[in-house]
Antibody, heavy 120, light 107 residues
Framework: QVQLQESGPGLVKPSETLSLSCTVSGGSISTYYWTWIRQPPGKGLEWIGYIYYTGNTKYNPSLKSRVTISLDTSKNQFSLKLSSVTAADTAVYYC??????????????WGQGTMVTVSS | AIQMTQSPSSLSASVGDRVTITCRSSQGIKNDLGWYQQKPGKAPKLLIYAASSLQSGVPSRFSGSGSGTDFTLTISSLQPEDFATYYCLQDYDYPLTFGPGTKVDIK
């Protein structure tokens, strides 16, 4: 059974870069879309972007200039980097698998989420 | 970006009640809509995809309907484990966007 697990620092200073990884276990990362989604405390969900197993990426325009999502197939991991963070980037960050369930897509597997606080 | 709205934003209901949540998109999205359930401190869970298809393992009391711009999630008989927040998500165009959520709590 495929499982996802986020990891990374829980505290990041303003203006620095937030870096998170998501490890995929129980299955190969060499297929599907691998996605990052975040949720500020007490608020709704925001799609950050995805990386396809081919390396193609798609980002939310609201974050595009600051976001990089990459893939490491040797470690079965994908990663998120968000630069120049501010307090507004404080959120629970989820990784998720986006699959094709014909004829649409859906996020069928999620990590448990990791809280990242931006503060000096 | 496609804007998603949900109504109501919250509701109080009793075990056994029939509950209906509405999601509306700012433009037509065919049936590219999913419903997710989130409990406090947990990741969202996929309930419905393609507007009306039940995800494997999800109880049949959950159902979805709609196409175009108007969608509904129905819980036919609310169970104690169904008290949660429900989000719709459009996967028709980028950026993918979620509705603001509907919190279902105990009356």
């Amino acid at each position: 059974q495929v499982q996802l697990q986020e990891s990374g620092p829980g505290l990041v200073k303003p203006s620095e870069t937030l870096s998170l990884s998501c490890t995929v276990s129980g299955g190969s990362i060499s297929t599907y879309y691998w996605t990052w989604i975040r949720q500020p405390p007490g608020k709704g969900l925001e799609w950050i972007g995805y990386i396809y197993y081919t390396g193609n990426t798609k980002y939310n325009p609201s974050l595009k200039s600051r976001v990089t999502i990459s893939l490491d197939t040797s470690k079965n991991q994908f990663s998120l980097k968000l630069s120049s963070v501010t307090a507004a980037d404080t959120a629970v960050y989820y990784c998720a698998r986006r699959v094709a369930v014909r004829p649409v897509y859906a996020f069928d597997i999620w990590g448990q989420g990791t809280m990242v606080t931006v503060s000096s | 970006a496609i804007q998603m709205t949900q109504s109501p934003s919250s509701l109080s209901a009793s075990v056994g009640d029939r509950v209906t949540i509405t999601c509306r998109s700012s433009q037509g999205i065919k049936n590219d809509l999913g419903w997710y359930q989130q409990k406090p401190g947990k990741a969202p869970k996929l309930l419905i995809y393609a507007a009306s298809s039940l995800q494997s393992g999800v109880p049949s009391r959950f159902s979805g309907s709609g196409s175009g711009t108007d969608f509904t999630l129905t819980i036919s008989s609310l169970q104690p484990e169904d008290f949660a927040t429900y989000y719709c998500l459009q996967d028709y165009d980028y950026p993918l966007t979620f509705g603001p959520g509907t919190k279902v709590d105990i009356k």
